[in-house]
């Protein structure tokens, strides 16, 4: 266990998407812009998703009535969440993913070889390979500045104190009276992602007004090691099967040996 | 407000975009097992008669899983790195981790390559390329001696792992398509044994002593290519939902002429009936195998990969 549990609660009921978030950690981590600028085509949102230069994404979820005469915007402050059980984690066979003394999920960038399993391994799709560095790219929680007592960049930014840091158990605590108020407010869709149901508990967690799938959150997302002992089951059956026809092929009949020479030299020429 | 016209699902997932080296790195370790689990098993349940085939069978091993490892390399983002899947630096001792199949991966195409080395040896042994009396003694040690049975045991063991580990990594990961269905190992496991033991028939020179053991190949290669078959249609009835990935569109018509037709019924109406294309109809069938041994795990990679962000 780290000494502490440090992380980050991301009320979006009080963003109003200004980007700050996404500027600082630019700035802070010295992350370069994208080659082109694009407009996506499907949302004011431009910049679309995480990647190995944008750490921190504040998402827009445009949503329409069905005639499309009402609208409402919703933003997320997407980021790595700090699982803890995390299935970058869990697949890199390198061990450079590790966690750090404050609880928080690391790339060890002198470590990694870029095989990109850890892309992968995260339900979130947080990690991309970066052309620059050749080696696996995500939200360090700003390492750095936790090392020296400050809070990550994102969070000093923020205008509107959506970005918390703190201490996880505090910040819970906060997260469900919001949710309170929230619901007397009625939002009756207000709900914390990122209690221990979801993958044990996520460092950086959520305050949603709606459901997670529509920000794109899974509903319930797994390590990808829950399917490895059935992939290893099936595996040994595929073993004896082919092992098993294999021998049937070769094995020395000595009593039939002969007609299958004759066999052999009338069919394979 | 129930219609989100953004689409953020397929958004949240990122494939890998693993390329053209993964593609054909799974190809050949397909055969790499392949030819090594076919050539231990005709040389531990096979006659007398068929070690003159199975030690080409051994020739073939080793070189590809080299090929293997460098394709794999090349792969890393970071290449010069690549010690760092056996060995971690940090703390100066072997990187090992059984939860993930890449590590173990890593560890077995090792070992493999030194069961196949050795078989390689023996097989120039055998051939009388090599006549240096110490690798003679060596190679007839582990091929031949009474530990020989184990020797070759465990590297066949080695072979399928490496056989179905692959199919084991995609089954391992967040893209759907790769996780739907558990058979994939199964299908990967029969496509490499049906494509190496093509390969064996193609290097099988014609000599009637190896009449029958050709006879026995073809009879194994027909069994593999209709496991694959059955793998592949189980493979995609569990894929579900995602079936469409693979079945439809482009890599729809690859899988459907490129490996149904192409890469298993074509060579099986061969196999059934030999005299179709003259003296001519091992080398075709065995070259319509290879050919969709490749074209189904192009399909089973770049298929599920596609419509997420990264590829
Ligand atoms: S969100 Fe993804 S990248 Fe971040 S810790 Fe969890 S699994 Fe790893
Ligand atoms: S890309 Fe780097 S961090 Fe990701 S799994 Fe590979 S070695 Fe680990």
Redesign the interface.
Known sequence: MAEQQMGMFVDTSTCHGCKACQVACKEWNELPMEDEIKF?G??Y?NT????DTNWRHV????????DRS?A?WLFLSDSCKHCQHA?CM???????IIRTEFDTVYI?Q????????C?????????????I???AQKCTLCYDRLQVGQQPACAQACPTDCIQFGEVSSLMKIAEEREVLLKNMGHSKAQIYGKSDILGGLNVFYMLTEEP??????ENPQL??K??A??????V???V???V????????KRMS?KT??D???S??? | ??????D??T????????HWEIVWYFFFAGIAAGTY??ST??QL???KN?LQGVIRGYLIGFPVILICGILLVT?????T??L??LW???ENIP?F?A?????VG?WVVGLFGAFSFIGFLYALVKMEKIKTPWLVKLTSFFHESAFSKLFLIIG?LCG??LG??T???A?????PG??AS?????LF??SG?SAGMALMLLVTPKK?EL??Y???????DK??VI?ELV?LALFLITLGQWAGKVTTGFYGFLLWVGVVLIGLLLPLLLKWK??LL??R??LVSSLLILVGGYVLRYVVIMGPQSG???F
């Open positions: 996506l499907t949302s949102d679309g998703h995480l990647s998402k827009f979820v445009e949503l329409f009535s069905e009402d409402r299935g869990e697949v890199c066979p390198t061990n450079a060890d002198d470590t990694c070889i870029g095989c990109r399993y892309i992968t391994g995260c339900p979130f799709g947080v990690i991309e390979i970066s052309h560095s050749g080696t799938k529509v920000y794109g959150l899974p990808p090691q399917n490895m059935k992939s290893y089951m099936f595996s059956a595929g073993m099967a082919a092992g026809l294999a021998l049937l092929a070769f094995r020395s040996q299958d020479i066999q052999d030299q069919h394979v020429v | 407000m129930p219609v989100n016209p953004y953020y699902f958004h949240q997932v990122t494939s890998p975009a693993w689990i076919t098993i005709a349940a096979g006659s068929d792969d890393l983002d970071s290449p790195r690549f760092h899947m971690y630096p940090r990187m981790k939860h993930s199949p890449m590590s890593g066949m399928f792992y179905t580990y199919g084991v990594l089954n391992t990961s967040q893209l790769w996780t558990p058979l994939l190992p199964v496991l029969a044994m009637s009449n029958e050709k006879h026995k190949l073809e009879r194994a069994y593999m496991l793998a030999p005299n003259g003296h109809t091992t997420y962000f990264g």
